[in-house]
């Protein structure tokens, strides 16, 4: 027993420290790939936006729909490029 405290409850509170931080680690995970994955949609979505705008004039258009709209938010500006040469090679 050292001071009163006896090493079990020592051991108790570093567990509890362990699991606490093992639960924080595992909460913060997934929120960080959510703002991540909306960081990318929301910029490949004004990138679309403008492309769809500035390239009706010189032909260039892609469309939105479910399909493009994921491609998009996964991959924010390179799946902006990927539809482009998708649609260009198709």
């Known amino acids: 027993m050292v001071n009163g ?3 079990n409850i020592i051991i108790a509170y570093a567990v509890g420290l362990i699991l606490l931080y093992l639960l924080g680690w595992v909460l913060l995970v997934p929120i960080k790939m959510i703002w991540r994955l ?3 949609g929301i910029i490949g ?3 679309l936006l403008v492309l769809n705008f500035a390239g ?3 032909g260039l258009h892609i469309p ?3 399909i493009s709209a ?3 938010g996964f991959l924010g ?3 902006v490029v990927l539809l482009l040469l998708l649609q260009h090679l198709l």
Do not use: K, S, T
Request: aromatic share 14%; no cysteine; glycine share 20%.
């Open 56 to 58: 009706g004039y010189f």
């Open 5 to 7: 405290v006896g090493i």
């Open 38 to 40: 909306l960081y990318n």
């Open 64 to 66: 939105l729909n479910p």
């Open 70 to 72: 994921l491609v998009i």
């Open 45 to 47: 979505g004004i990138i």
């Open 77 to 79: 500006v390179p799946g």
